[in-house]
């Protein structure tokens, strides 16, 4: 069936940039999401891309999508202290959309 | 817009108990969606309504879980009898036709003991 990989951790150092990974099975998705959780939320979109799109890009954040290698990425310019938080990635095929485990993301000051 | 509310915030129940989740969508949006999120997993999908029809329920463990969407909006999910590893957070979300992706809820913490 369809899978979400991520990593578990990211380290990064205030000011840096993040880059946050995921790969995903499903070859016919259609869109694929970036979600952000902060202790005790839900969780909230971040940016999404459509699967015809190679980048997109939305202030501090550039979404990379390698459709021949299924894989995602989530890169935050410029992270702050505020950044630290769960990101997950998220990819919807029809009106499915699968969830990975999610990249908890530390910003050291 | 005001956000997906949802009630209560924290629950602890002792297992065999029951208990009842709350969740009202954004105004308009047809699609309500429950996840369950266990501690350091992502969500899974529980049931899908669109309006007050399911979707999909394919994971709703349908011998303990029941949900219902009665007018299209406001939702409700019970576990009856709850067990021990019911206990995760229950996310809801909400999606309309006009937007891309989900709103979710502040969620409700389960804690069976």
């Known amino acids: 069936g369809e899978d979400v990989e991520q990593s578990l951790f990211l380290s990064v150092r205030e000011g840096d940039s993040s880059v946050i990974n995921c790969t995903y099975t499903?070859?016919?998705?259609?869109?694929l999401y970036w979600y952000k959780q902060e202790p005790g939320a839900g969780l909230q979109l971040l940016t999404y891309?459509?699967?015809?799109?190679d980048m997109k890009q939305d202030q501090r954040l550039t979404v990379l999508l390698n459709k021949k290698d299924k894989h995602l990425s989530l890169r935050i310019a410029d992270t702050q202290t505020g950044d630290s938080a769960i990101y997950f990635c998220?990819?919807?095929?029809?009106?499915?959309?699968?969830f990975g485990a999610g990249t908890r993301l530390f910003v050291k000051a | 817009e005001a956000g997906v509310a949802q009630s209560p915030r924290y629950k602890i129940i002792e297992k065999r108990q029951s208990v009842a989740f709350w969740c009202n969508p954004i105004?308009?949006?047809?699609?309500l969606y429950w996840y369950q999120q266990i501690l350091g997993q992502g969500p899974k999908l529980l049931i899908q309504f669109q309006n007050n029809g399911v979707v999909d329920d394919s994971q709703l463990p349908k011998d303990r879980f029941s949900a219902e969407r009665l007018k299209g909006v406001d939702s409700t999910l019970k576990i009856q009898p709850a067990k021990l590893e019911d206990s995760a957070v229950y996310l809801c979300?909400?999606?309309?036709?006009?937007?891309?992706?989900?709103?979710f809820g502040s969620g409700t913490r389960l804690t069976v003991v």
């Open positions: 105004s308009g949006h047809a699609t």
């Open positions: 499903d070859s016919s998705s259609t869109y």
């Open positions: 998220a990819e919807q095929g029809g009106f499915k959309t699968i």
């Open positions: 891309i459509f699967s015809n799109m």
């Open positions: 979300a909400s999606s309309g036709r006009s937007n891309y992706g989900y709103t």
